[in-house]
């Protein structure tokens, strides 16, 4: 991928950290909030670079829109776009260092 590197940086917004994204993490799964434009082979040129792993799959969804009332008026949240990023064997991400 040609991609630049501060491309590459912009594109993962930060890590998901709940309960169900922690669970996915013993089977080397992790889950990403990304930009809403990002495409699967950006998304996997971008963890592939800033962590330096090999990634094997990635999955993307987006969530549902929230309803957001502000007085009398009501509009929506932008919807966030998640991304399921699969490592190859023997590769992990430190979310948590030790400190």
Known sequence: MTESKRILADVLLRPVITEKATALMEQRKYVFEVLPTATKPLIQAAVEEMFRVRVTSVNTLKL??????????????????????????GDSITLFPDT
């Open 64 to 89: 549902p829109r929230k309803q957001r009332r502000v007085g009398r008026f009501v509009g929506y949240r932008t919807r966030p776009k998640r991304a399921i990023v699969t490592l190859a064997e």
